[in-house]
Every structure is written in structure tokens, then in C-alpha cells.
């Protein structure tokens, strides 16, 4: 009996080495495979990286998450994704913000009761002196605008140049940028609720797209496009400001029978050809409100159109001043203003010399005097393109 217990102990310990070798032996297989896996994941991992970055490059995510800093608390929002087909450039947004191109050659960020302008600069590389058009922008809001120190920012805004500028109840803040693009900002904001840190955050996110550049002939983005009438809508909004407050209306296309050009008319003024190579945009009922368009020739003589031009000043009141545009738009930027007045009747004219977006022109503006209407004619020369 004692020999049988025995030889039964002896089988259930036997078996028990075997079924515990066995099990470390598996155990020792199933570990082993574990860095072989992670061995091959390793391997293939950097190649899997960048393809995903190569892709994220060439499709951003439509969410990203901004944060931004008001009175030393942090907050952190999701931001979606826009693009903007009129001048060629992405960036996110905050919940309710809307992008919306405002005219051919500027885009506007819109919520409630404040509007933030974007511009790009072109072409890129100019010498063109931005700490004087930011300037000029500004005191045109108000005289009393002042340049904001930016040494503290970060980012694009720690290079800018930034003027503050306030009405009777608007702050404006008028930035320009050099890096990652040239780029003017128009900042409109009820002057009790001037925060500015969202906005900024939702700036920083620019970036070119390469939009524009594959659907139009120019590698501009910001050139205006040469079509016929019947490619261009009927109707387009207007946007432009008057004492800090900025105006929208529709305005109808206007095709010219007698120029090369197409613009857009505001409500209660009216186009049309006067004389060959000449149309003229007035008020209607109110022909002391008018604005000039004559469109030159290539090889048109600049002395010629300078002379003419001085003399027809001259003609209005002998004191007659020359300088260069401040407008940021592509018609005007650069281009050679004239400028006389007298008791009753104003005008400047515009020579719109070389200009790679446009044809040669001259554009004169005659006010009875210098008011608000002054706005709406710049408002609907900057909506000119041309036919071919």
C-alpha cells in the first residue's frame, strides 16, 4: 500500500514539472514575441510618421484647439478650419466668427458688433514702408491715433507695427506684419469690449494656401481676375467705413459699353459713358458728386497725362499737392495722388501708372466738398476689373 502512495505521488509530481515547464516554456515563447512585435513597430514607426505628417501637411485637421490669455487666466477653445478663396490663405476660428471675402482684395472676420479686416500684401518682398501705411490708416480713422509698443507680443505681432486709433464709441487697432506674410489687420471693436486676445490667437493661425494660385492665370492671389459680365455676379456687397463706422451695401455690376472695365455701383449713384475713354460714376438726381474713370493706353505718354492732369488742378485753385497712396488696396498702393480744393469743389486724382493688377488709368474723384461720399467712390473704384 505504502509502495502504490508512493508511486502515485511520484506521477502527480512528475506531471507537475512537466504541465510547469510547459507553461514557462509558453510564457517564455509569449514574451519573447512581444519585443519581436514591438521591435518590427519600432522599425516602421519613423516612416509611418512622416507619411502621417506629409499628410497633415498637405490636409490640416478641420479642429485645432487655441489658447489665448485674458487678465492672467488661460482659456483654451476648439477653432474650425476656413479658407479663403479671394486671396488665398487658411486659418482657424472661433465658435461664431465668420469669414466672408469682403470685396477682391480683402477678407473679413465677422462676430456681433466686431470686425477684424485682413489684407495680404502683394507682391511679397516689396520695399514698401508698412510703419507709414499703418500709419496713415490709422489717423485716417482718427488724428489722434498712437503707435502701440509690441516688444512684449510674440509670435508674427512681436515685429508689427500697430496703431491704436478710437471714436466716440469704437476702438480700432490698425496692425501690419511682415512674417510669415505681409498682411495689414483692421480691428473694429465697441471700445467697452475691446478684447483682443481671441482675435489675435485666431491671426496667428494664418497660413498661404495654394488656392487662388491654381485657379487664377497671376500667381497672385490678390490680383483682381479679368472676365466677361456674364462670369460675374449681378450683384456684390460693399463694404467701407465713414468715421470709424463701417457701411454695407449692394451694389450692381456696371459693365462698361465704352472701357475695358467692370465695377460695382452703389444704390443712388449711376454709370455711364460721357465721351470716349470716359465714364463717369455720380450721384443720381446730384452731378456734383462724380468720379472720373479714364482708362490709358500702354503706351501712353505719363509726362503728357501729368501735365493734364496738374493743369486741370491748377484750374480749380492754383495750390495743388502731389503724394503717394496710402491705401493698402492693389488699385491704389503706391500709386500718385493729386489733390487740390477750393470753397466749393474738392478733388483728388489717382494715376494708375504700372500697375501689374490693372490697366493705366486715371481716376478723379469731384466732391463739393470733402465728405462721405468720398468713401463710397473708393469703395466702388476698388471693386474695378477689367474685361480681358
Known amino acids: ?14 506531471i507537475a514539472l512537466i504541465s510547469g515547464c510547459g507553461t514557462k516554456e509558453s510564457s517564455e515563447k509569449a514574451n519573447s514575441s512581444v519585443p519581436v512585435k514591438e521591435q518590427k513597430e519600432k522599425e516602421n514607426h519613423p516612416l509611418s510618421t512622416n507619411e502621417q505628417n506629409q499628410k497633415e501637411k498637405q490636409t490640416p485637421s478641420s479642429e485645432k484647439q487655441l489658447s489665448y490669455t485674458i487678465d492672467g487666466k488661460k482659456y483654451e477653445e476648439t477653432a474650425f478650419l476656413k479658407t479663403s478663396d479671394n486671396q488665398g490663405f487658411s486659418l482657424y476660428t472661433l465658435k461664431g466668427w465668420e469669414l466672408e471675402a469682403e470685396e477682391p482684395n480683402s ?208 484750374a480749380i485753385d492754383k495750390q495743388v499737392t502731389t503724394s503717394i497712396s496710402s491705401e493698402s488696396h492693389p488699385l491704389f498702393a503706391g500709386m500718385a495722388v493729386y489733390h487740390t480744393h477750393n470753397e466749393d469743389h474738392w478733388t483728388e486724382a489717382f494715376l494708375i501708372k504700372n500697375n501689374a493688377h490693372y490697366p493705366n488709368m486715371r481716376i478723379t474723384i469731384h466732391l463739393p466738398k470733402e465728405d462721405s461720399h468720398l468713401a463710397e467712390f473708393l469703395a466702388m473704384a476698388k471693386t474695378i476689373s477689367s474685361q480681358y
Open 107 to 314: 477678407d473679413v472676420l465677422l462676430k456681433d458688433d466686431m470686425v477684424v479686416r485682413i489684407r495680404l500684401i502683394h507682391p511679397e518682398g516689396s520695399e514698401m514702408d508698412y510703419t507709414q501705411l499703418v500709419e496713415d490708416q490709422a489717423k485716417a480713422i482718427s488724428s489722434s491715433a498712437v503707435r502701440q509698443d509690441t516688444t512684449h507680443l510674440s509670435g508674427m505681432f512681436q515685429q508689427s507695427v500697430w496703431y491704436k486709433a478710437h471714436t466716440e464709441d469704437t476702438a480700432v487697432n490698425v496692425i501690419g506684419v511682415n512674417k510669415p506674410i505681409p498682411m495689414m489687420f483692421t480691428i473694429q471693436t465697441p471700445r467697452n469690449k475691446e478684447v483682443l486676445a481671441p482675435i489675435l490667437a485666431m491671426l496667428e493661425t494664418i497660413t498661404k494656401t495654394e488656392t487662388s494660385k491654381s485657379k487664377e492665370k497671376t500667381t497672385n492671389p490678390d490680383e483682381p481676375t479679368s472676365s466677361p459680365a456674364s462670369s460675374l455676379p449681378s450683384t456684390h456687397t460693399i463694404t467701407y467705413t465713414v468715421n470709424g463706422q463701417e457701411t454695407k451695401a449692394t451694389g450692381t455690376l456696371y459693365t462698361s459699353s465704352n472701357q475695358p472695365f467692370h465695377l460695382y455701383v452703389l444704390p443712388n449713384y449711376k454709370a455711364d459713358a460721357v465721351e470716349p475713354h470716359l465714364d463717369r460714376i455720380y450721384i443720381k438726381g446730384d452731378e456734383q458728386y462724380y468720379m472720373d474713370i479714364e482708362c490709358l493706353g500702354d503706351d501712353v505718354d505719363w509726362n503728357q497725362v501729368e501735365f493734364e492732369t496738374m493743369e486741370k488742378m491748377k
Open 1 to 14: 500500500m505504502k509502495m502504490t502512495w508512493k508511486a502515485l505521488a511520484a506521477f502527480l509530481f512528475s
